[in-house]
T-cell receptor, first 117, second 113 residues
Framework: AQSVAQPEDQVNVAEGNPLTVKCTYSVSGNPYLFWYVQYPNRGLQFLLKYITGDNLVKGSYGFEAEFNKSQTSFHLKKPSALVSDSALYFCAVRDANSGAGSYQLTFGKGTKLSVIP | DTEVTQTPKHLVMGMTNKKSLKCEQHMGHRAMYWYKQKAKKPPELMFVYSYEKLSINESVPSRFSPECPNSSLLNLHLHALQPEDSALYLC????????????FGSGTRLTVV
């Protein structure tokens, strides 16, 4: 079974400072990895994905993630945090094809990011 | 149209009620999903539909009954729910055979009283 782990329940960072939200993965084949963000009482919004290619993936709202195969990590980063980045962040891994081309996403437990003014 | 629309946004129902949640997308996605999310927890997969056919049922109790009447619409019929079923119910859709992430709706906040 494929899984992701987010070791931090909460990350606090001062506005303007760089932020990192950690994610490690365990897969049996090629990893397909995703980051989503969730604001209170809202659905999940797609930030970025790693399928293949460059290890540094750029996504929405200035976020990027670094894929590291040797460390089985896919950490989310942003050079300068904004107060509006405060939200719940989920790392996810795509499971094997569930049939007829659909697939399951398995989510980490989530990391609450708080950006302090 | 790049959205998944869920209605209603909020629902309060009694344990003897019958209600339905609705999800709609017009992006041509042929896979649609129902997830359940408790507060401060990750979403948990309930059902997967591919080409309007149920492909995965993650051992969900029969008081939850999904329906996919066409390629744009996904329903979740609710009957005789329990208070512990109170949660945010998320619908998502995706392309088939392509390595894209899901597009999620904003969810229905369900409270069972």
């Amino acid at each position: 079974a494929q899984s992701v782990a987010q070791p931090e329940d909460q990350v606090n960072v001062a506005e303007g400072n760089p932020l990192t939200v950690k994610c490690t993965y365990s897969v049996s084949g090629n990893p397909y990895l995703f980051w989503y963000v969730q604001y209170p009482n809202r659905g999940l919004q797609f930030l970025l994905k790693y399928i293949t290619g460059d290890n540094l993936v750029k996504g929405s709202y200035g976020f990027e993630a670094e894929f590291n195969k040797s460390q089985t990590s896919f950490h989310l980063k942003k050079p300068s945090a904004l107060v509006s980045d405060s939200a719940l962040y989920f790392c996810a891994v795509r499971d094997a094809n569930s049939g007829a081309g659909s697939y399951q996403l398995t989510f980490g437990k989530g990391t609450k990011l708080s950006v302090i003014p | 149209d790049t959205e998944v629309t869920q209605t209603p946004k909020h629902l309060v129902m009694g344990m003897t009620n019958k209600k339905s949640l609705k999800c709609e997308q017009h992006m041509g996605h042929r896979a649609m999903y129902w997830y359940k999310q408790k507060a401060k927890k990750p979403p948990e997969l309930m059902f997967v539909y591919s080409y309007e056919k149920l492909s995965i049922n993650e051992s969900v109790p029969s008081r939850f009954s999904p329906e996919c009447p066409n390629s744009s619409l996904l329903n979740l019929h609710l009957h005789a729910l329990q208070p512990e079923d109170s949660a945010l119910y998320l619908c998502a859709s995706s392309q088939l055979g392509e390595l894209y992430g899901y597009t999620f709706g904003s969810g229905t906040r369900l409270t069972v009283v």
